[in-house]
């Protein structure tokens, strides 16, 4: 029987010819990646162990970019807790150069890899062809002290993508789009597989987004073949080599496999408070914003802004509405600021931010307040998720995000 | 003549507003909200253990700092009837006086009096503290038009014959 | 006998002949800046007053920068009530996201030379460095001038501060102002008006003027002020100075509390230490001083001793005081090619909208995030202390701020240091306090 992605990178993490959905193996870890949403609490724990040692120092890569700049003396001292452990124990540290799950992308993570995230998005990682998933902070010390864990191998769904996106339809519509129509938890415990011809019309953001989203599905990973896109994408990224590329076998089993085409994909606005709350934009036209966000994980790349910027240019924002707009990285920050991305914005009245996860974790970097409104291409619309529990947050791509900024009000990407 | 008795806080030199109401709670909706913070980086019990009636008692350049109109309110609100300073930083006096709480120039009683001791003042004359007297000096007429009136709020009601 | 600058501009703005320090009058308001902390104190006060209509809502400017981006859920309230505000009293000067309210007012062409000027923020001395007057007032003030345009002050005596001579390569007119503030203590100035002279302020920026404005009130001031000349009237959009505006200097024979004179060439590099502005040392002394302490002590009210000088937890360069093309420039002549050290946060936040265009044009921010600051959005950040980089205890930060007062950026234990860009650059690119 033949095996899926999922199952191969899993057997090659336990060391074993075959693994099949089902089964529980012990795996070793290849990066164990933490942000200060909850690395201070794993440190705790971890001080309480009786023999507290780390298996091996290289496998941990810790991200301060939550609260970015630090918001309270609260934060400040649970960030100082992990800077402090990172530099005594040489753990690679970064701190305001990005959001974690970009970050990895462009640094760390290669094809083949098993990783862990203390953070839901680390699913993220399948663009790349390796399997990321989220964990909490027990999980993550295991792996922290131990170098391993154990995983149940998922069983996959696979999303066989062909056909080409119009313009101004991004792969954020597609993967909302797929889950409006699974639902949120209608990939629970399972891979997403995304495969078909469709695949060489998606860049690497469009992949990442796409698997950075599946968790709001429930999917405990993504996954995605390695290609020239991927191959190009690691040599200009640092020249890194895949660990392993795997395809999956034509006898792998699936779950189930949808056919999405992607030149049928219409652009679609997730209501609150749910993200399968799924409408056509058209649907929700004329909905008045108080904030438009442009950034976070899912949606903060150089093509995200360039997007954006096409669409602003020549335009401004709104009166008395906010547009924050905020590049996942620093990389992605200078080179938006080398194509003149950032004054394009900045002249429209846009607010340009530091990398960080901003409103899109609602902490402290542009919440909104009571009653108001937010259009986002975060990945998140819960109750309350961008700042006052009585607000509203709508989701969608970086085109309609922008024109929304523009009118005031959400409209169609195509309005300017 | 007005006169009353309370029991002494004492402060140093150099309070300022950030000491007396730190930025973070100034967006509080109410003074009432914002009054237990009062202090908290220098003293953060204070603001609890004040009852009505207290008198400040603090050393030079007493409100040092900004503009923020919620320093001498927070005072006021935990019900300090006067603050006696060697000096005023310039907004804080003018906000002080608008607002209505008793500000008091003295040079010296700070380097006398003790904290928990009891101070009588009689406004316009002298501060009475174990058996001495501190003179007190008389405000410039136009500040006590607006102290007359109730403060700048009602000065201004009269101005525009709503009271 | 002569008028100072001061009585010179409120003479000129009551329609009197002269004016004397100590008299008490009632001038004709030109401008008022409110900020979007106070703005709901304002309209609340200004209601209950019983005003139906503000004096000159074209006088009027509202400028959204404490609050910007909003960091805590009541922080969009006081938008929207600035917003009906405006909308119900016709005011149009409104700015949301372009930068610090007193970087704004001069930017923006609110605040000529010879004007009369009120904020609601103690920092609105700033515009002294055109030759205006203006100082902060309380909310209360604020709400009784949107209704009469006018409002009482006592004419203040002056200090004029004379400088002459060529500051020494890195020095700035930060350097200056914090020495000044040393020398006067937090309350030298108090009620005062200060006056700058001589040739080393007429060879400044209006930049550097602006920075030195700024910080006046930070020993009391009521305002500190510079006479204008070509630079000014070409910062200002003016064509040229008019013939008042050639008067505006402080006669020789007028009567001046205290004259300080300076020789520029005795300016060192200084920076004010925790937790007060007047606590202003030579950062060769805190080097010193340090160097003598337990190395991996942590000392109260200086920070962790390491490698015999303080080790530097986090930098900021931005605010009122700061935060202009020229000092980001200053910096990233510093860090230009280098890498801030590890594990050291750089936050850099320009203070208008305008500064971040020119210095995104001309480079400054593509060396400065290359170097590893997070550039963040105009704005207060850190300065007042809500966000932007707010730090713990026992944590050191150099800053180019205006305020060290405890508590200011955290915790009462938090150790920051006033100082000038270069100083912070030096210091953000070794990750300790260091001179050169």
Known sequence: MGMTIAEKIIARAAGLEAVHAGEIHTVALDYLMSNDGTTHLTIDMFNKLKHPRIADKDKLVWIVDHNVPCDSPKTAASQKKMRDFARENGITFYEGAGVCHQIMCEKHVVPGQLIFGADSHTCAYGALGAFGTGVGCTDYLYGMVTGGSWVMVPETLRFNLTGKLADRVTARDVILTIIGMIGANGANYHAMEFVGDGMKNLTMSDRISICNLCVEAGAKTALMEVDDITLNYLAAHGGRKPAACFKSDDDAVFEKTYDIDLSSIVPVVAKPHFVDNLAPVDDVKGVKINEAFLGSCNNGRIEDLRLGASIIKGHKVADKVRFLVVPASQEVYRQALHEGLLDIFMEAGAMVMNPNCSVCWGSCQGVIGEGEVLISTGTRNFKGRAGDKNSFVYLGSAATVTASAIAGEIVSPYTY | ?163 | MGSTLIEKIFAHNIGADSVKAGDIITVNVDRVMIHDIFIPFVKDKFEEMGFQKIWDPDRTVLIYDHLVPASQLDDPRHHHIGDEFCDKYGVRNVHRSDGICHQLMTEAGYVKPGDVAFGTDSHTVTYGCVGAFSTGIGYTEMASILGTGKLWVRVPETIRVNIKGTLPEGVTSKDVILTIIGDLRADGATYKSLEFTGSTVDAMSVASRMTMSNMTVECGAKCGLFSPDEKTAQYCGLTELDDFLKTLHGDDDAVYARVLNYRAEDFVPVMACPSQVDKIKPVSQVIAEASAMEEGSIVPSVGLIEDGTVRVDQVFIGSCTNGRLEDLEAAAAVLRGRQIAPFVKLIVTPASRKIYREALANGTLDILAGAGAMITTPGCGLCCGRTGGILTDNEVVVATNNRNFLGRMGTSKVNIYLASPVTAARCALAGKIVEG
């Open chain 2, 1 to 163: 003549m007005e006169q009353f008795t309370g029991k002494v806080w004492l402060l140093g030199d150099d309070i300022d507003t950030d000491i007396i109401i730190p930025t973070e709670y100034l967006a509080l909706k109410t003074v009432q909200d914002m009054a237990p913070y009062g202090f908290s980086p220098l003293r953060p019990d204070l603001a609890s253990q004040i009852k009505p009636g207290d008198i400040i008692v603090a050393g030079k350049n007493f409100g040092c700092g900004s503009s923020r109109e919620q320093a001498p309110e927070v005072i006021k609100a935990l019900g300090v009837r006067a603050v006696i300073a060697r000096s005023y930083a310039r907004i804080f006096f003018r906000n002080a006086i608008n607002n209505g709480l008793l500000l008091i120039e003295n040079d010296t009683l700070c380097d006398d009096v003790k904290e928990g001791d009891e101070i009588t003042v009689r406004v316009g004359d002298c501060i009475e503290y174990a058996g001495r007297t501190y003179p007190i000096s008389a405000l410039p007429s136009n500040l006590l038009d607006i102290l007359e009136a109730g403060g700048l709020v009602k000065a201004m009601q009269k101005l525009n014959g709503i009271i």
